[in-house]
RNA sequence: GGCGGCGUAGCUCAGUUGGUCAGAGCAUCGGAAUCAUAAUCCGAGUGUCCGGGGUUCGAGUCCCUGCGCCGCUACCA
């Protein structure tokens, strides 16, 4: 670690959707704290993140929504940016792919690596939908598979019987989007051919033991399967525009195509740092940071970007030749909610926003830190950060805090008493600062942040430790000099624990900060300091005020309760207001009575069956998920209540006219009949 | 069902390459103290490290298998 300068990125969130806790947990809280820590210790240091907001998920999500994707990006992109800023976060720059300067990166970048000749060119037959003009991904065709004949299988892959497939095996294929049929259409991509860098990235991987273990294996997994060739083009409307050059030269169209999102959106920290310097002033100086080997690259990621950070990234890097390689990529795994069916396509997680509306960002911040999930997934309750909050934010930290300012207020005028002759007790306390500043400043520099958090609220405790066996309170009457030594101490240790809390509780420590009447911010302090005894006797202590003010009970059930709800319904039964249904409204549902005329199984599902229904003159099929509860037989000649006019749908590939009705609650099952003899297609009102 | 992850004290978790590794904090119980947000400090107990096999002189730590839980996905109440 002789290197200089520190460049720190975190994983730019994908720009269709909110902030939730995991992501704060897995890529966000663990970077500023690194980041804060480097600015302390005075490293160079400059921390670079922003939106990811090029893909298919974003198109998909304009089309059906009908507005343009730069307005899903823009609503996302500045939502976002104020979510982190509420929480903190200490980006010295905060870009986005859709910037002009990120293209010409991205399309430089890339003709850089066709000029050295790095790319494949591969022309496949794609299907293609004439109805959303685009290609389709393989799981974006459906079709029958030709093995089994299941109709409702997946471009790639049989869910009934399993084969592996390819779109063009199947029969009838149509698209997932639009339902048209795909045509075949011969379409050229470039492709990285990551197999060629394989030895470069194993000499490279290998001389890195102290990476995280679960990142290591996840590499070596992908390495013993031999990397392939990843298409690094895509036909999509939405991106950053193949470089016409580079398709000329090929003697390919460049139109409709664009770089993989996950080509550009690693460049992505490029850019940012290119504006970043602009912005600065000094549009070379982005060079310094990534071309100057004196670098140490860190990227803070969650899991699921492994293999993007750690082998596809550095290979286009390696190819392109100027550019330094990541030193470490330390990345966390997954945050989960506990009681929280977690589904951010429901709309169903924690989020950040809405957090940060009702508690403090330093409380999150610390209960994030101290169980985070760096070694395996970690499991966030509610419970849970109301007795960080209480029991150590605000008893054990606050307090101690609190006790020491109150006292010198109320004893000492408010102004810092003389440093006398220091005992064994006193000489305890400062070497444990000094400790405390070794041991968190290691734990961080070693990516290892819960240890980190919880040594330094060790400090904290032996604090209160001290306080106690100095006793103060009886020191005041029978020996004020010691009384003055304990409370002077007791004073400089909550400036040491400001900056050694500043990289965890930034904002906290900005709070003692004021108290303590210091200039500049918390933010400038220098590591070092933390263990000497800069405050002179005198020194003003103003405006003292509550660090943590406790979290009720009430406010933690209610919480749970709230969870329990989005959990078990959805966001619709959260709702406390009762939905009112019109007439009008009601009247659209066609409820009616029919008769099971044959029932089976839906083979290769658990809970599906299909029946042939009467209804009136009219006979049609319909899929019910009753299978567990109803055996075929027992179905024929019941007559059930179902809505006619739902939208026809195709469940595993069967057609499903109708939709019965039925009671569920929880393990029990049971249909709504009429209890007397009635004919079908009566209408049920 | 498929893919992925997880299963260590009541709870949240540490346990680096297999050899004092059976730990920490919280919660609980007992005591001390009263400066402080009734906040602090001291002391104490608890565990078939999910079950079963295997590798090994030796396994929370490696391999296999079973069970359980979670996430994504798939199957419309």
Redesign the pocket.
């Known amino acids: 670690m002789s290197k200089k300068r520190y460049l720190i990125t975190s994983a730019l969130p994908y720009a269709n959707g909110p902030l939730h806790l995991g992501h704060l947990a897995g890529a966000y809280l663990p970077a500023d704290i690194y980041a804060r820590y480097c600015r302390l210790k005075k490293r160079d240091t400059l921390y670079i993140c922003g939106s990811d907001e090029h893909g298919v998920p974003i198109m998909i999500r304009a089309r059906s929504e009908g507005v343009p994707p730069q307005e899903i990006v823009d609503r996302y992109h500045f939502m976002n940016e104020k979510s982190f800023r509420k929480f903190g976060m200490s980006f010295d720059y905060y870009g986005r792919t859709s910037s002009p300067v990120h293209h010409q990166t991205s399309q430089d970048f890339f003709r850089t690596l066709a000029r050295k000749n790095l790319f494949v060119l591969k022309t496949d037959k794609q299907l293609y939908d004439p109805e959303a003009k685009m290609f389709l991904a393989d799981r974006f065709v459906r079709g029958t598979c030709p093995v089994c004949g299941y109709e409702?299988a997946?471009g790639d892959?049989c869910?009934q019987c399993?084969s592996s497939l390819s779109p063009a095996d199947l029969i009838n294929p149509r698209s997932a989007i639009t339902d048209a049929e795909p045509v075949l259409k011969e379409s050229t991509h470039w492709y990285l051919p990551l197999a060629k860098f394989q030895p470069k990235l194993e000499k490279w991987i290998s001389g890195h033991p102290e990476w995280r273990?679960?990142v290591r294996?996840?590499i070596q997994?992908w390495f013993s399967n031999g990397l392939k060739d990843r298409a690094v083009t895509r036909d999509l409307p939405w991106g950053v525009a193949l470089p016409e050059d580079v398709a000329q030269a090929a003697g390919v169209d460049a139109n409709g195509k664009v770089l993989y999102v996950w080509f550009d959106a690693p460049i992505g920290y490029i850019s940012a740092t290119k504006e970043w310097a602009a912005k600065k002033g000094e549009p070379e100086l982005w060079k310094e940071y990534w071309q100057n080997p004196d670098t140490n690259l860190i990227h803070f990621i969650g899991?699921d970007n492994i293999v993007f950070h750690c082998l596809i990234f550095p290979a286009m890097l390696m190819g392109h030749g100027d550019y330094v390689l990541p030193e470490n990529v330390p990345a966390n795994?997954?945050?989960?909610i506990?009681g929280?069916?977690?589904?951010?396509?429901?709309g169903?997680a924690l989020w950040v926003e809405d957090f940060l509306e009702k508690y403090p960002a330093d409380s999150l911040r610390y209960s994030l830190a101290?169980?985070?999930?760096?070694?395996?997934?970690?499991?966030?309750?509610w419970?849970?950060f109301q007795?960080?909050h209480?029991?150590?934010?605000?008893?054990?930290?606050?307090?101690?805090?609190?006790?020491?300012f109150?006292?010198v207020r109320?004893?000492f005028g408010g102004k810092l008493p003389h440093l006398g002759e220091l005992d064994d007790l006193d000489q305890q306390l400062i070497d444990r600062l000094v400790q405390g500043k070794e041991k968190v400043g290691r734990a961080i520099d070693e990516f290892?942040f819960?240890?980190a958090t919880?040594q330094f609220?060790?400090v904290?405790?032996?604090?209160?430790?001290y306080?106690?066996?100095q006793?103060?309170?009886?020191t005041?009457k029978n020996n004020p000099e010691k009384c003055a030594t304990t409370l002077n101490l007791c004073t400089q240790t909550a400036y040491s624990l400001a900056i050694l809390m500043n990289p965890i509780l930034p904002f906290t420590s900005a709070k003692i900060w004021k108290m303590l009447h210091l200039p500049d911010e918390s933010d400038r302090a220098n590591w070092e300091d933390i263990g000497t005894l800069p405050l002179e006797e005198g020194h003003s202590i103003e405006d003292i005020e509550?660090?943590?003010?406790?979290i009720p009970e009430k406010v933690i059930k209610a919480e749970i309760e709230n969870m329990r709800k989005l959990?078990e319904g959805g966001p619709e039964k959260a709702e406390t207001k009762p939905a009112f249904l019109s007439f009008d409204e009601f009247r659209k549902m066609q409820l009616r009575t029919a008769r099971v005329l044959s029932a089976e199984k839906?083979k290769?599902?658990?809970?599906?069956?299909k029946l042939r229904i009467e209804v009136g003159e009219e006979e049609r099929q319909?899929?019910?998920?009753?299978?567990q509860h109803y055996s075929p037989k027992e179905m024929v000649g019941k007559t059930i209540i179902i809505?006619a006019n739902?939208?026809?749908?195709?469940?595993?590939?069967i057609e499903?006219n109708g939709?019965?009705?039925?009671?569920?609650d929880g393990d029990t099952?049971a249909l709504v009949q009429p209890d007397r003899d009635v004919p079908s297609g009566k209408p049920v009102s």
Do not use: C, H
Not at 340 to 346: C, M, N, V, W
Not at 390 to 404: H, P, Q, S, W, Y
């Open positions: 409702d997946y892959q869910e399993g273990p679960n294996g996840q997994s899991k795994e997954f945050l989960n506990k929280l069916k977690f589904s951010t396509s429901r169903i101290i169980s985070m999930p760096e070694t395996r997934d970690a499991d966030f309750s419970e849970d007795a960080k209480n029991n150590e934010l605000a008893d054990i930290l606050g307090n101690f805090v609190n006790r020491t109150i006292f109320n004893y290892q819960k240890e919880r609220m060790d904290a405790r032996f604090a209160n430790k306080f106690n066996d006793e103060p309170w009886s005041r509550i660090l943590f003010q406790k959990s839906v290769g599902t658990d809970k599906l069956m319909i899929v019910a998920g009753i299978a809505v739902l939208q026809p749908a195709k469940i595993r590939g499903s939709m019965l009705l039925a009671v569920n099952l």
